[in-house]
């Protein structure tokens, strides 16, 4: 079956992308490695991420909270007391399940009893001890979510930037959750990545604001290569989280069906008033115009960098028939298949790789190392000398590398080299000093 789950996750592991988290040791569940390309395109995904929203406006503030928390925090947001999903056992293999994701009538999905326990909250948050003593004040949990950093650090931006509502503070980063049921893939991990906007707003004004963050959402989903490839869900009031009067959820379709990819809450004021409650921190904010003081409600865009990756690798998967050897000697008759990932040029492992059209002629590979030398200083560039030209383009195709120029004979007496398309295949010729132009023009 072309793009199935298992297409993508043999070759996230086969090129260097994916692995199972601790494989060496039988692995362990629920976590994965990004290897040298994965760690790429999920750098490239998360550069571009902060560059839009946050270096490109002025009204939106980072930052990089520490990822151990009082656990007054997590008392606070309700997540000590709420963040649970409801776990149900089997009797009889003691498999494990969630209970809203299990049809108790059908049976164990490992078994077949129809014996279960009772469903009961299991909450989700990873617990450690900080310091040498394991007792109830000396524990902290990992962040089950990266927004509460933003809340935390509202005073201290307010107070540093002095900044006019409205206005954001995002972070992206690592988020812990003890899932009951990690699984396809790293779409449900129990270390994975986030990144996270809360938008203060006037509350009279939150509608607006919702409205201009979902179209800016939709703006990154196509810069991502995912337009027209989403739909948004209105998640109705029972399945909201506590905090929140208005969530709508951006779902991709997965091999393994449509689900979760982005979420956009409307969080009211619950966090800051929340937490000026309990730290006894005031944590209202003075409005200059009407000289009252007001605790701004939240509009949070989130995005998961994990699912991300997801879902720009099941959308750029393809496998197409081409005329075999394509850049090689060929009759253009005979048919080959090749693995593609038409990943958007800026988010691909490597922008560029560079061959010598033959590896034995020194001035052929000189210039070549010269080219490459060139290139790398300002774009991911990599470089291949194995085999034949065709498998060459194949191995760069495999990894979504959207270009690849070969430096051959002619270059040798005029300075021209070959640039291959990706997608297209198809070839041009061009002077050395226009390649970074050329790049530069055609890259989205
Ligand atoms: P789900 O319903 O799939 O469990 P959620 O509604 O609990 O997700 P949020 O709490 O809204 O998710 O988290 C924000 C984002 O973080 C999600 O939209 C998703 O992209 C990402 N995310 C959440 N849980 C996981 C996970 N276990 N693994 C990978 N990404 C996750």
Redesign the pocket.
């Known amino acids: 079956m072309k793009n199935s789950m298992e297409n993508i996750i043999s070759l996230a592991k086969r090129r260097g992308f994916i692995y199972p988290g601790s494989e060496l040791y039988g692995g362990l569940s629920g976590t994965w490695d990004y290897g040298p390309l994965g760690v790429e395109l999920k750098n490239n995904i998360k550069q571009e991420w902060w560059r839009r929203f946050v270096r490109a406006r002025s009204d939106v503030y980072g930052v990089d909270s520490a990822i151990l928390m009082s656990s007054r925090v997590w008392e606070a947001s309700g997540h000590v007391g709420n963040f649970s999903d409801p776990m149900i056992d089997c009797r009889k293999c003691k498999s494990r399940f969630r209970a809203d994701a299990l049809d108790i009538a059908k049976g164990c999905p490992q078994c077949g009893a129809k014996d279960f326990t009772d469903a009961r909250p299991f909450n989700m948050m990873f617990k450690t001890n900080a310091g040498p003593v394991e007792d109830t004040a000396s524990a902290v949990y990992l962040r089950p979510?990266t927004a509460q950093g933003m809340f935390v650090n509202f005073k201290n931006v307010v107070d540093s930037f002095h900044p006019k509502l409205p206005f954001g503070i995002a972070q992206m980063g690592k988020a812990f959750?003890n899932?009951i049921t990690?699984g396809n893939f790293?779409?449900?991990?129990r270390e994975?990545e986030?990144m996270e906007i809360e938008y203060f707003v006037k509350e009279a004004e939150w509608e607006r604001h919702f409205a201009t963050w979902q179209s800016a959402m939709e703006e990154w989903l196509s810069f991502v290569g995912l337009a027209g490839k989403y739909s948004l869900r209105e998640v109705p009031e029972g399945d909201r989280a506590h905090y929140s009067k208005r969530t709508i959820d951006i779902d991709f379709d997965f091999p393994f069906g449509r689900?979760?990819?982005?979420?956009l809450a409307y969080r009211t004021d619950f966090d800051l008033l929340n937490h000026s409650k309990a730290s006894g921190h005031d944590l209202w904010y003075l409005d200059e115009e009407t000289q009252e003081k007001i605790v701004p409600h939240v509009i949070e865009p989130?995005?998961?960098v994990?699912?991300t990756v997801l879902a720009v690798l099941v959308n750029a998967y393809a496998e197409e028939e081409v005329p075999s050897g394509d850049g090689a000697a060929s009759d253009g008759r005979a048919r080959d298949v090749r693995t593609v990932l038409k990943l958007p040029a800026r988010l691909a492992p490597y922008t560029v790789a560079v061959f010598p059209l033959v590896q034995n002629k020194e001035q052929i590979a000189g210039r070549a190392r010269e080219v490459y030398g060139l290139l790398k200083e300002w774009v991911a560039a990599t470089w291949d000398g194995i085999g034949n030209i065709g498998k060459r383009y194949r191995r760069q195709d495999e990894i979504g590398t959207p270009w690849c120029v070969t430096v051959d004979y002619q270059s040798l007496e005029d300075d021209t080299v070959t640039i291959r398309d990706r997608d297209t295949m198809k070839q041009e010729r061009l002077a050395v000093a226009e390649l970074l132009g050329y790049i530069e023009k055609h890259i989205s």
């Open positions: 979510e959750r899932e990690p790293i779409f449900r991990s994975f986030q689900e979760e990819l982005y979420g989130t995005f998961g994990d699912r």
